[in-house]
């Protein structure tokens, strides 16, 4: 498509969200441009329009949302080997150093000198991919395979945010799970927990209609919180994974376990110190570990979303076209109305 300019969803501080015109951005050497069509928008964007911060990380200057980014090869830079024009393809949006410890031990997703598209982690801020035209590092865009579809692989960086916390869990295949928080991680989790063939998985929420969206990519039960005080009574299970960023939801994680179980702690909890009920992880004998971001699940998630492993399409609820971001971010910010809302910027005119 030929471009004179570029829309760009764009958050100039707490409650101030934009969409802006931008210069076509040029691939330099190793770079490649994609032109967007899908981008998902994710809780971080909801905090960095609502509030202007995602926990310590505060606006200093306006940044461009979004890392859940498709779409196809639309430049190559100079003498930059990618992939043919045109290809369908997913970008990765984490730029590790490859020099720190936690890079040399094989963990770039908590590398000491890490960027994210659309972050205010850094200053100056890493500007992200919810624009017509996104440009990055060559290796960074994966293609999809053959056959998925772009709207399905809208969905491949929260899955694998998702499916890195299974993997945290170890081998889950026969287990009974506990997942709190049904929102579009939640219910990732719970896909990705069915691929990985786990046994039971019950699910908690404080609304009915993301406990649909459960069930549908795999629950095998699911508790409204609230509404029945009783649904967890005994429930044993032999890991938890947080997936609400709630410390209630740490809390039902920690008691809801069986003595010697597994607590993930994947959601982002408000910043600061959260009270945790430490006597419980002790005398049970519980485990507690993170999880946080991705590395190479991407691929892999791609492939389990083209095979139909990962069952993850009732997670999309709405699909909307850029010129209505605001409604698209209203209706993202209600957990009883939707899901994962995704952004559409193909031309109205040859979509």
Not at 121 to 146: I, K, M, Y
Not at 162 to 191: E, F, N, S, Y
Not at 345 to 350: C, M, R, S, V
């Amino acid at each position: 498509m030929n471009m004179s300019s570029i829309r760009a969803v764009v958050a100039h501080g707490a409650g101030d969200l934009r969409v802006e015109q931008r210069e076509v951005p040029v691939p330099g050497p190793g770079e490649v441009a994609v032109e967007v069509r899908y981008g998902g928008i994710c809780g971080s964007d909801l905090h960095y329009w609502r509030h202007g911060a995602v926990g310590e990380f505060r606006l200093r200057e306006p940044l461009v949302l979004g890392h859940e980014i498709v779409g196809h090869v639309r430049q190559a830079g100079p003498g930059t080997q990618a992939l043919p024009l045109g290809t369908p393809v997913a970008v990765h949006p984490l730029a590790s150093c490859g020099t720190c410890r936690q890079c040399g031990a094989g963990r770039r997703n908590t590398c000491l000198d890490a960027g994210y598209l659309g972050s205010a982690a850094r200053d100056p801020h890493v500007q992200g991919g919810l624009a017509d035209v996104l440009v990055v590092p060559a290796e960074r865009v994966l293609p999809l395979p053959e056959g998925l579809d772009l709207r399905l692989a809208a969905l491949a960086e929260p899955a694998s945010v998702a499916w890195h916390a299974v993997r945290q869990a170890g081998d889950v295949r026969g287990k009974r799970v506990l997942v709190t928080g049904a929102g579009p991680i939640g219910c990732l989790v719970v896909a990705a927990l069915r691929a990985a063939g786990a046994g039971e998985i019950t699910v908690t929420d404080v609304h009915e209609e993301p406990l649909a969206v459960a069930r549908a990519v795999g629950a095998t039960s699911v508790v409204r919180v609230g509404s029945e005080p009783d649904g967890l009574d005994g429930l044993a299970a032999d890991l938890a994974i947080e997936s609400s960023g709630n410390p209630a939801g740490l809390r039902t994680c920690v008691y809801g376990v069986d003595r010697g179980g597994l607590v993930v702690g994947l959601g982002l909890l408000p910043p600061g110190d959260t009270p945790v009920a430490a006597n419980a992880v002790i005398t049970r004998e519980l485990r507690l570990v993170g999880s946080f971001r991705f590395d190479t699940e991407l691929g892999e998630v791609l492939r389990a979303l083209s095979d139909g492993r990962l069952p993850a399409d009732p997670v999309i609820s709405s699909v909307l076209p850029v010129s209505r971001t605001d409604e698209a971010f209203r209706l993202a910010a209600e957990p009883a109305r939707s899901c994962k809302v995704l952004l559409d910027f193909a031309d109205p005119a040859t979509a």
